[in-house]
């Protein structure tokens, strides 16, 4: 019965190991079914498949666009003009932007970083031709573009530029 037993367990499907921390063998094999390796100090556990996080992956992973896909996306920068919490929400500023002389209404998701009033004066890029979608009652009309580290980070120029100028 001991070795049935022995034999039933070997044949289940080896538990998950952890890469910070090898495990030692704890019995041997008894049935001469092929086994993945058992980490041991000397060898290290590899993860098999490792699942890639959105901050993380790599940019060629993504579908490719044509370049006239992509001139076809309007990029501007846009000042932040006015800037409050969207009520009931933990994510999202309701701001008011600058396009040159045009002034427009965006919801973003940057308020687990930014508070309202650090975001007065600042020029951020807008997708000002993203088609407007009503988020939390308020009609949003584009896009401010970010990068992203685990939370948002606004993409900041380096100098002064106008307003409405074009991001290429």
């Not at 701001?95 to 508070?115: D, H, M, N, P």
């Amino acid at each position: 019965r001991k070795l049935a037993a022995a034999v039933e367990q070997s044949n289940k499907a080896p538990a998950p190991v952890s890469v910070s921390t090898p495990v030692a063998p704890t019995a041997p094999a008894v049935a001469s079914t092929p086994t993945a390796p058992v980490p041991t100090p000397s060898m290290p556990a590899v993860a098999s498949t490792p699942t890639p996080t959105p901050a993380t992956s790599h940019p060629t992973e993504a579908k490719e666009i044509t370049i006239e896909e992509f001139q076809r996306l309007e990029i501007r920068m846009a000042e932040v003009i006015a800037a409050q919490k969207v009520p009931k929400a933990k994510k999202l500023l309701q701001l008011t932007v600058k396009i040159g002389e045009e002034t427009r209404t965006v919801i973003s998701g940057i308020a687990e970083s930014y508070e309202p009033e650090q975001l007065i004066g600042k020029k951020v890029p807008l997708l000002t031709n993203l088609k407007p979608a009503t988020i939390r009652g308020v009609v949003s009309q584009g896009m401010i573009l970010c990068a992203d580290d685990g939370l948002p980070v606004l993409l900041l120029p380096a100098r002064d530029v106008p307003s409405g100028s074009p991001v290429r």
